[in-house]
């Protein structure tokens, strides 16, 4: 749920990430993946009251009380699978129920990981495997920022949103295409910027694209009247 900016009326407006959850209507026996920003028990607790699932990876400063351990299989990365309880006064009172806390290592970047959920049904295993998903899609969402020209959102519905997302998407597709089969050399972020300062003149895509030919441009320069010749 990487939704931290919301365009409106050509602007863009800051909104804090855990604000969201106020915004999202729970679905019974769905699974909702979130990062340490949305860590906001009273909010989490709607998700439990509702049947449905969280998995969202803690913050160190969390006051937990170790009520059970479960056996884990190191070998798969698992390090822990305990059975806690909120013991911060505030937090206890807004999810007085149990949680899970399952603890993670990364073989492959050596980073270890802590996640709560309300689901105490899915192998620990699986709960890492669920966040780890989620991290592909803030893979997606950075190569959006990186690669589209997306630079404000002319509608903030999400038809509005999906539609300007995936019309960028399909442009660049179609540029990569032209790319693959005209052999070109140049990025497809030069193919781009040449296309948007050329998109109303009448010119063959592949002269638009071709690079300058130096001796063409002094051919045309000797074309032109000489101030001293006159």
């Keep these: 749920m990487p939704i931290s900016e919301v365009a409106q009326a050509g602007k863009q407006i800051q909104v804090h990430d855990v604000n969201i959850l106020d915004e999202i209507l729970p679905e019974a ?3 909702y993946v979130m990062d340490r920003g949305y860590i906001d028990f009273e909010r989490l607790y709607v998700f439990t009251l509702s049947s ?17 351990s479960h056996p884990v299989d190191k070998s798969t990365g698992v390090r822990s699978d305990h059975v806690v309880i909120l013991t911060a006064f505030d937090s206890a009172k807004v999810y007085p129920d149990a949680l899970r806390r399952v603890s993670y290592l990364d073989v492959e970047t050596r980073k270890r990981f802590q996640f ?25 969402f ?26 960028a998407v399909s442009v660049y597709v179609l540029v990569a295409i032209v790319r693959k089969r005209l052999g070109l050399q140049v990025s497809l972020y030069q193919i781009l910027q040449i296309l948007s300062v050329t998109l109303f003149e009448k010119t063959l895509i592949l002269r638009a694209l071709q690079p300058s030919d130096s001796q063409e441009i002094l051919l ?3 074309n032109q009247l000489n101030l001293f010749t006159l």
């Excluded at 709560?116 to 997606?140: C, D, G, H, M």
């Excluded at 959102?153 to 509005?160: H, I, L, R, V, W």
């Design 220 to 222: 045309d320069f000797a």
């Design 52 to 68: 449905a699932f969280f998995v969202v990876r803690t913050k160190s400063n969390l006051l937990l009380q170790r009520r059970y």
């Design 29 to 31: 026996g769905a699974i």
């Design 142 to 167: 950075r190569w959006i920022k990186q690669h589209l020209r997306i630079k404000a959102f002319y509608g903030t519905s999400e038809n509005a949103v999906k539609t300007q997302i995936w019309i």
């Design 116 to 140: 709560l959920t309300n689901n105490f049904a899915l192998p620990a295993l699986t709960i890492a495997q669920i966040y780890k998903s989620r991290w592909q899609v803030e893979l997606f």
